[in-house]
């Protein structure tokens, strides 16, 4: 524990958020104080340089960590950033790095997957408005907002990470308004941005209220291992803990996992945001893509991971953050069903994916989350690409129902499309997706049965049985069936990418599947290698030291071939669901999976609706009271009233003639009360004195 | 650095004095000019470049001759001046540097040339008295912050009220007189109420030790007890009811709640914010404010720390209180300069929750506070003032799409307002840090409405600037509006950057705050009777927090 506490030295570190943060600051100024410096070209090259650093930084400072040793955690301390008070409520925040585990896999997947991101983008520059100054801030901010996120998951204490949170969010909201002449952009990056403050102070709260369980430790501190270690250390944590939030300690933590569970649920928020406001034309692609893989997907996942040890002590926040999940994952996966847009469908499918990485955490599952994230950054991040690709191909239009048979002429973005299809529906063994699910289903299954955790499995099973439905949908109206194109595309000008972007794409379909190492469970190995493996599921073990991961394989070998096989059978339900309603076709059977589909769009506008009635009924109560505020203490005189229409409420005790001279305007009857009332005290006092 | 004979061991003097010595004499020439030649005296264009040389001038001593040289690691005052004034009533010219006041002075001399660069334009009537009474307001303020003799730094305080009613009155918009005039009320009533207190300490000091004496603490090389010598009786028992802490800390906490302003003595402020000039509504929001922040934590707290702890609990609530009542304002505000007044009650709730903790990290929190709030209020008034410079309104509504005409406004004008609802990184975000800190120590639940008022109006505010800077241009008036230029840029950037330096790097500013605070907290602990209250809340006492 000392060792880890005290971390080994790498001034490195800092070198990771450092070149995409520089590069996001500096063309940001180019943008603003000297618009047209930089050309289209110079700024994407300076972009993706800046991100490369930062991911060749990652892969030394990860090969430092493992020679290491596994419980060793590597600090760059730069100076010390916020001091204050003495003894044990001194609030001391560090300038400081952390590379752990967690921290690690995390870094390695934000810089690498954000790299071939904007790698991709300024290869296909058509993805972006055709403007060079908007091309300008979209590389800026995707620059901020991936050194942000690496900030994020690299600080050492909760103010650092706290000022990362913001940072993200900030960006989010700036690449969510991204088209902000147009009022629905405009709209969007503003609701994104609310959504992240109340994250923000959601945190803020959260680490306060950290800080003071640990105030009568004695190693009170900001410091992210240092919380854990000495929350971790508290004898009988519910008895010691401070009673002021609750009935005993527990509550006070579950008082601190609810904020977490609150600040997750801002990102979750601003995922749907991008995913509900019609995304094909309000946030561009490229920005969405960022956030569904490595800005918003992998900063909630790292946030729940980090503070599993809050939530394994707080019972009533894991269960809340569990059905957080749960719900997100559903209703997700039932909007994906049913929207038209191509981008629409996988960013509703984010939506869903965190939800899944929730339940995970929420059930105590920390590897499973990890690498869901993990595996979701590669599938995801394939099929947004594959996506984009169709969208430039096409001219921009994103409805699916206007697509139809591009897989003839883009044969190798169809590749790219199933390999992420099957990762993402976790239907096909072997693929980063099967493994990282069924750890995912797994742990739903094993955990306490009851009637929540009841609802939780076969919940998670259906989910994924959507998920085969909807992304399957997509690629048969996308890529098969006939020609549906709008006019003015011209059918022989479609065709696959340059090559570049097909490495990039490739990069990640490889991944998609030999990501699967990563975590490759006991239970398959065993199956596999016949036993020949120990260890197999090797993020299991890496991240042993930084989370308190649950036992690796909880089921024994019949639960656990009965949990795949029932994983299997639910993606091939909605594979085969999706190939007959819009594949074979067959007439009755067209019917049959069409009627669900109908009752769901008849049901889906009305669910929207019962949504929206808390804003509603906020807005409307916002204008009473907003009626009934303006009312009070109206300090601003009607224009014609003069001044004496005060309200202040002291000077209607005395008397209005008295107040109409007072307040005429003229100094001198202001001067003549204060010279009396004082000369009148004056003499009280004078006149006491003498008594 | 050596800075010259003249100055040298006089710094403060100089700083002090050269505002109000360069309006003085800009009045003299001007009249000279008027006797010999027989012309309308000096042109306000000289008025002008003469203060921008003086006020920069100051700013620049200040920097070079005060904040560089400034020891973080020495307890106690630093450059004490002490003379004698009116020996006879307990006047001294007492004046002296600590962490406290350091940077409030340093702000103070800062914002008198931006505001200078910020109204070059646009006053056109009395340049002359203008200038005159902004740098006579300099000078007052400096006095307030600087000053160790009470009475000296009274009568700083009634000139700083006075020349902002000038200011407010002559200047402002077209409810100027009734602003004016309402301020002069609520700040007469704070001002007579300060004044009796004076009297009573000054009759306490007298009875004690028998000569009067005013200085707040004992003067160097002196024998002479200073204010915080004086025992004063916790409550009335044994002496005369307007003896004891108790009502001596209302008078003060009453006084100084007028400026701060504590919501219900807030009535003034809006009106006086909506109506003041550019230059005005900025120099209240940057010094004006800060000038009651700066009067509790140097005079009532250590004075009267009994009083203090016992009333620590209301003013807490109140302080919350303050902020729920501005948020909710804030929210259905049109006018951007009042939703900015709304703001700064906001900022003052974060203020008081971190100096009513009465715990050092609060305290800390609470001086940094006020400099964010002047820093950050500051830079958002100022630029509020550029665009009804150019439109000739403030309401939201009459905007929307600034960023395709003004994206540099726009930028400037986001990070002053993130920086203002304490958005991590900033200033603003430091001290709320701070306060909450302590605030959670005493009252978890109050610390914790106070962020969801700090929300509120945080999300009022994002509405308002998303409104006001982007979707369509829907009112053609704007889309021809000019972008800010570079005179424009550079002053708010003046403030902009202290602003993120201190958000971004703040422990050599809290390195220079925190002594002199730690000192203010072990004065108040001296003080302290023994049976008197304790500052925590019941609640926090029984759970035994600390």
């Known amino acids: ?691 | 650095m050596g800075l010259g004979p003249y100055v040298e061991g006089h710094v403060l003097s100089w700083v002090l004095f050269m505002p109000g010595a360069t309006a003085a004499l800009l009045l003299l020439s001007g009249a000279l000019i008027r006797g010999v030649f027989g012309s309308s005296g000096l042109p306000g264009e000289v008025w002008r470049a003469v203060a921008l040389g003086s006020t920069s001038l100051t700013c620049l001593l200040v920097i070079a001759g005060v904040v560089a040289p400034f020891d973080p690691e020495k307890i106690g005052l630093q450059w004490v001046e002490y003379a004698d004034w009116l020996p006879a009533y307990g006047v001294q010219y007492f004046v002296a540097v600590d962490g406290i006041n350091l940077y409030l002075v340093l702000l103070t001399t800062l914002m008198l040339p931006l505001v200078l660069l910020a109204s070059w334009r646009h006053i056109e009537r009395s340049l002359r008295s203008f200038i005159f009474f902004l740098l006579i307001f300099e000078s007052a303020v400096l006095g307030v912050f600087l000053s160790f003799n009470v009475l000296f730094f009274h009568l700083s305080w009634q000139l700083a009220l006075v020349a902002m009613y000038f200011i407010v009155g002559i200047w402002g918009g077209r409810e100027r007189v009734f602003a004016a005039t309402k301020f002069l009320l609520y700040a007469g009533f704070g001002s007579m109420l300060m004044w009796v207190v004076i009297l009573v300490l000054l009759r306490l000091n007298f009875e004690a030790t028998g000569a009067p004496g005013l200085d707040l603490v004992s003067p160097p090389g002196s024998d002479q007890p200073g204010l915080l010598d004086l025992s004063i009786a916790a409550t009335d028992g044994g002496v005369e009811w307007w003896q004891s802490q108790t009502w001596l800390f209302v008078g003060f906490a009453l006084a100084f709640a007028v400026t701060l302003p504590l919501v219900p003595l807030h009535g003034w402020f809006p009106a006086a914010q909506a109506a003041a000039p550019t230059a005005g509504s900025a120099l209240l929001v940057a010094l004006g404010l800060q000038m009651g922040v700066y009067g509790l934590l140097r005079f009532a707290l250590p004075l009267f720390p009994d009083a203090a702890a016992a009333f620590a609990p209301t003013i807490r609530a109140l302080a919350v209180i303050s902020m729920t009542y501005a948020g909710a304002r804030a929210l259905w505000e049109q006018d951007l300069r009042r939703t900015l007044a709304y703001l700064a009650i906001v900022q003052l709730g974060f203020i008081l929750l971190g100096l009513f903790s009465l715990d050092e990290v609060g305290l800390v929190g609470a001086v940094l506070g006020s400099l964010s709030r002047g820093l950050t209020l500051g830079a958002c008034v100022l630029l509020v003032g550029m665009l009804e410079e150019r439109r000739g309104t403030r309401l939201v509504s009459a905007f929307g799409g600034l960023v395709g005409p003004m994206p540099v406004f726009v930028f400037l004008l986001g990070i002053a307002l993130l920086a203002s609802v304490g958005v991590p990184g900033s200033s603003g975000f430091v001290f709320e840090l701070l306060a909450l800190a302590a605030g959670f120590e005493v009252s978890p639940w109050l610390a914790a409405t106070a962020c969801a008022a700090g929300l509120m109006v945080g999300l009022s505010l994002y509405r308002g600037y998303r409104r006001l800077a982007f979707g369509p241009v829907v009112v053609e008036e704007n889309r021809g509006l000019m972008d800010l230029d570079w005179r424009e840029r550079a002053l708010i950037l003046a403030l902009i950057i202290p602003i993120l330096g201190l958000g971004l790097y703040p422990n050599p500013a809290l390195r220079r705050i925190e002594p002199s605070v730690l000192e203010v907290a072990r004065q108040m602990a001296e003080r302290r009777s023994p049976d008197g209250p304790v500052a925590t809340s019941a609640g926090s006492q029984e759970a035994g927090v600390r």
């Open chain 1, 1 to 691: 524990m000392l060792n880890e506490l005290a971390g080994q030295t790498a001034a490195s570190l800092r070198m990771i958020p450092f070149p995409p943060l520089a590069v996001g600051f500096l063309l940001a100024m180019v943008g603003i104080f000297g618009r047209g410096a930089l050309s289209r070209r110079t700024v994407a090259v300076i972009a993706v340089a800046g991100l490369a650093a930062s991911f060749i930084v990652s892969v030394i400072a990860f090969s430092d960590l493992v020679f290491a040793g596994e419980t060793m955690a590597l600090v760059d301390r730069i100076a010390i950033w916020i001091g204050a008070g003495v003894g044990s409520s001194a609030l001391i925040g560090d300038l400081a790095l952390r590379l752990d585990a967690l921290s690690a896999a995390f870094s390695l997947v934000i810089s690498g997957v954000g790299l071939l991101l904007v790698f991709y983008v300024a290869r296909l520059p058509e993805l972006l408005p055709s403007a060079d100054a908007d091309a300008q801030r979209f590389f800026a901010l995707a620059s901020f907002q991936v050194g942000m996120s690496l900030l994020f998951v690299l600080a050492d204490n909760l103010l650092l990470l706290m000022l990362a949170f913001l940072g993200v969010g900030l960006a989010s909201a700036l690449l969510a308004g991204f088209r902000h002449v147009e009022a629905e952009g405009s709209r969007l990056g503003g609701r994104v941005l609310m959504a992240g403050r109340v994250g923000d102070v959601a945190l803020l709260v959260a680490s306060l209220l950290l800080f003071r369980v640990l105030a009568d430790t004695d190693a009170p501190g900001t410091g992210l291992a240092q919380v854990r270690g000495a929350l971790l250390g508290l004898e009988g944590a519910a008895a010691a803990l401070p009673t002021w939030a609750g009935s005993g300690g527990a509550g006070l933590l579950d008082a601190i996992g609810f904020c977490l569970v609150l600040a997750t649920a801002s990102l979750l928020a601003q995922l749907v945001f991008f995913a509900g406001s019609s995304a094909d034309s309000a946030a561009p692609l490229p920005g969405s893509a960022l956030m569904q893989t490595v800005t918003g997907m992998a900063i909630a996942g790292y946030l729940v991971v980090r503070f599993a040890f809050v939530f394994s002590e707080a019972p009533l926040a894991a269960g809340a953050m569990t059905g957080l999940g749960m719900a997100a994952a559903l209703v997700g996966a039932l909007f994906a069903c049913r929207v038209r847009g191509i981008s629409a469908v996988l960013a509703w499918s984010s939506v869903s994916q965190l939800g899944l990485v929730l339940v995970a955490s929420g059930m105590g599952a920390q590897t499973a989350a990890v690498f869901q994230v993990i595996s979701h950054a590669f599938f995801k991040g394939l099929l947004l690409m594959a996506a984009g690709v169709v969208v430039v191909a096409i001219k921009g239009e994103h409805d699916m129902t206007r697509m139809g048979n591009l897989g003839s002429r883009l044969t190798l973005t169809r590749i790219g499309f199933w390999i992420g299809a099957f990762s993402l529906a976790g239907g096909l063994p072997l693929t980063a997706g099967f493994f990282s699910i069924q750890q995912v289903v797994i742990a739903t299954r094993a955990a306490d049965p009851g009637l929540a955790h009841g609802l939780i499995y076969p919940g998670v099973l259906f989910t994924l049985a959507l998920t085969a439905f909807y992304i399957v949908r997509l690629i048969l109206l996308s890529l098969y069936g006939e020609t549906r194109l709008p006019s003015h595309v011209h059918w022989d000008e479609v065709e696959d990418p340059e090559p570049p972007i097909l490495w990039a794409m490739g990069s990640l379909a490889s991944l998609s599947i030999l990501g699967a190492v990563i975590g490759f469970p006991q239970f398959w190995a065993d199956f596999f290698f016949n036993g020949d493996i120990e260890r197999s599921n090797s993020l299991h073990y890496f991240l042993a030291s930084g989370v308190d991961p649950a036992p690796e394989t909880p089921l024994d070998a019949a639960q656990t071939w009965a949990v795949s096989g029932s994983t299997v059978l639910m993606t091939v339900l909605g594979f085969a669901a999706a190939i007959l309603g819009y594949a074979v076709r067959p007439a009755r059977l067209v019917a049959w999976v069409h009627g669900p589909q109908r009752l769901w769009d008849r049901v889906a506008p009305r669910l929207s609706a019962f949504l929206s009635v808390p804003i509603r009924l906020g807005r409307l109560a916002g204008k009473r009271i907003g009626a009934a505020v303006r009312g009070w203490g109206r300090d601003r005189p009607p224009a014609e009233a003069g001044p004496h229409r005060t309200s202040a409420g002291l000077l209607r005790l005395l008397a209005d003639q008295l107040i109409k001279q007072v307040q005429s305007g003229f100094v001198q009857h202001s001067l003549a009360l204060s010279v009396t009332g004082s000369l009148a005290l004056l003499a009280y006092f004078l006149w006491a004195g003498g008594h």
